[in-house]
């Protein structure tokens, strides 16, 4: 039992450190070159920072056999970043409230309140129409990621004009970007093997352990890099992040989808019910503070920081209260 801990700490703690040079990279990329602020967080590191619950979920499919991990750990993921989101919002409120973030952000956030909708729709009404064996839901999923996508590659930038100096290249910063994710993703696989035997050897639900181990240790990018970027004044690409892994992340279960032949991954039990409804909650929120940031309306001056730190702890309260009525 000792030894599967320290070996998901292991793993956690290179995560971590995988995740701190990914996030230094785009900051670099962002303030060094052309390239759109809201596409280097929104879309190159969100995939990145998401890469772990990409890889997770298919070792839970295809290797470890436990698809009610995949749930679990896609809607805990999202819900455990949109807490991240909200406590950051709540520390750095004046940082949030200076900053400024590309309203691209403001067209993903309606994205995933979409996706989040049809989801729970469909815990009421069964959505089983099939093309070609693919449900109806994920080709919904994916079209919606392809026009965020588009979106967010044209926008401009909106990151500060702070000047950065470095003695790398951008070839150099892509190519250690790229050496850093290769290496997340080979944690990523491990740490879904240690996920399981910790549920085994403790007696956890696997969705519960998916929701609380796996999702957690996956979101550690995110917290990660969002941590870092929010420090280094980049609240775009600190939003972009965050709300670009959800949307990512609700990709991955289209994969799922594709390789699950017998039953639907949008099947849900009770703890995936609680996930995704508190997830809605928690998206409510940050699409009003989104919304509310790339608003032009000079009524909201005066009460926007009331408003982000009330839409800050309305997310962030999210994944601690999954933990204390799932169990």
Not at 75 to 102: D, H, Q, W
Not at 191 to 205: K, M, N
């Amino acid at each position: 039992m000792i030894l599967s801990v320290l070996i998901y700490l292991v793993l956690a703690a290179a995560i971590v450190t995988l995740s701190m040079k990914l996030s230094d990279y785009v900051d670099l990329l962002d303030k060094t070159t052309d390239i759109s602020g809201a596409f280097l967080g929104g879309v190159m590191l969100a995939a990145v920072t998401s890469l772990p619950e990409l890889l997770t979920t298919i070792s839970s499919v295809l290797f470890v056999k436990q698809p009610d991990l995949v749930m679990g750990n896609i809607l805990g993921s999202n819900l455990f970043n949109l807490t991240v989101l909200g406590a950051l919002m709540v520390i750095g409120v004046k940082r949030f409230s200076k900053g400024r973030i590309s309203v691209s952000h403001r067209q993903t956030v309606y994205c995933i309140s979409l996706i989040s909708a049809v989801l729970l729709l469909n815990l009421f009404i069964k959505i089983d129409f099939n093309i070609l064996s693919i449900s109806v839901i994920s080709i919904l999923i994916m079209i919606v990621y392809i026009l965020s996508v588009k979106t967010m590659s044209g926008a401009e930038s909106s990151g500060d004009d702070e000047e950065v100096h470095t003695d790398l290249t951008p070839k150099q910063l892509f190519t250690r970007f790229g050496i850093c994710s290769v290496l997340l993703i080979t944690v990523s696989i491990l740490i879904t093997y240690a996920t399981d035997r910790i549920a085994v050897e403790f007696d956890l639900g696997r969705t519960f352990a998916g929701a609380l181990l796996l999702a957690t240790a996956t979101s550690l990018p995110e917290l990660v890099s969002a941590s870092t970027l929010l420090r280094k004044n980049n609240v775009n690409a600190m939003v972009g992040d965050i709300v670009g892994s959800n949307l990512f992340n609700f990709t991955i279960l289209v994969v799922a989808d594709i390789f699950m032949l017998n039953q639907s991954i949008y099947a849900m039990n009770q703890e995936a019910v609680l996930l995704l409804s508190i997830g809605c909650v928690s998206t409510i929120a940050i699409t009003t503070a989104i919304t509310a940031k790339c608003s032009k309306s000079n009524a909201l001056n005066r009460w926007e920081n009331v408003l982000y730190l009330l839409c800050g702890i309305i997310c962030a309260a999210g994944y601690p209260l999954f933990l204390a009525f799932s169990r």
